[in-house]
């Protein structure tokens, strides 16, 4: 198999972090990072990060695929498995999106835009994807699996895609370090992390501002469900808050799109 070009190390040396990436696990190739963080129970500590160099069973939201260039892509989980009380879980979702936005801006200055629930866009090209998914026992959360895939130096995507791809490589016209984009992630993260429970209201005012769809008219389409409305605000634990003519309706899942 041939080497990879990650370089451990060179994450290392930016890693600025407490808890999150302290405990990192590197494959070279796995189905999906997230299916490990849920079900390998054995990896225990919060924060764990498990990254793969290739991943070919990457898993997107909404039962689609999430498919990963080797030496191309960031491709990694984060496994928390603390605090996963009360309702500002949700928020971990908004969280994650702040937190890859902050740092393309930091590093290389782009025009970073949210879409909810959790889509990273430049303008209006999807630069990075977020899965979080969790196990339960009983009403308790008791693992909670933060996936994100980033496009980092592909220069070209083939195939058909619901919201048009690009990569940082495409936006910045330059090839990117893997290892400083990561750590930079896992360092935003965490100090956002670390503002859920006492100040969340910042966090929601940080999506709000890279979100360039509040206020217009939307289409979200949830499976064989579709509706119309203004797209009014997101609400304390970040679900979408949809407005028609029958008043008020708070959307938890779906496909947005400007209509
Ligand atoms: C989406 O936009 O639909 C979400 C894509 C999430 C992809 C990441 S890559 C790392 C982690 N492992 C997976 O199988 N999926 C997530």
């Known amino acids: 198999m041939r080497k990879s070009n990650f370089v451990i190390e060179e994450m290392d040396i930016k890693l600025k972090t407490n808890f999150i990436g302290t405990n990192f696990i590197y494959y070279d190739e796995v189905d ?3 299916e490990i963080l849920l079900n390998d129970t054995s990896i225990k500590n919060h924060g764990t990060v498990l990254f793969a160099d290739n991943q070919v069973k990457g898993r997107g939201r909404l039962g689609r695929e999430w498919i990963t260039i080797k030496d191309s892509s960031l491709t990694f989980s984060i496994l928390l498995t603390e605090n996963l009380r009360g309702n500002r879980i949700n928020l971990i979702n908004l969280a994650a999106s702040v ?3 902050q740092s393309l801006e930091n590093l290389y200055q782009l025009d970073v835009r949210l879409k909810w629930p959790n889509d990273v866009l430049i303008q209006t090209r999807k630069v990075c994807g977020i899965l979080v998914e969790s196990v339960s ?3 308790e959360i008791e693992r909670l699996v933060v996936g994100i895939g980033v496009n980092v130096n592909q220069p070209i995507f083939e195939g058909k895609f619901n919201i048009p791809p690009t990569s940082i490589r495409k936006e910045s016209g330059k090839v990117s370090s893997r290892e400083r984009l990561i750590a930079e992630i896992l360092n935003e993260f ?3 992390l670390k503002r859920i ?4 209201d910042s966090i929601l005012n ?3 501002s890279r979100c360039k769809m509040i206020g217009e008219k939307i289409k979200v389409v949830d499976g064989e469900n579709t509706t119309y409305g203004i797209f009014e605000d997101i609400d304390d634990k970040g679900f979408l808050l949809l407005s028609d003519k029958d008043g008020m309706k708070k959307v938890f899942n779906g496909d947005v799109t400007l209509r």
Do not use: F, M, Y
């Open 206 to 208: 940080s999506w709000r």
């Open 137 to 139: 026992k009983g009403d």
């Open 190 to 192: 965490e100090r956002i």
């Open 99 to 101: 937190a890859v936005a």
């Open 197 to 200: 429970k006492k100040d969340p």
């Open 32 to 34: 999906s990072t997230n």
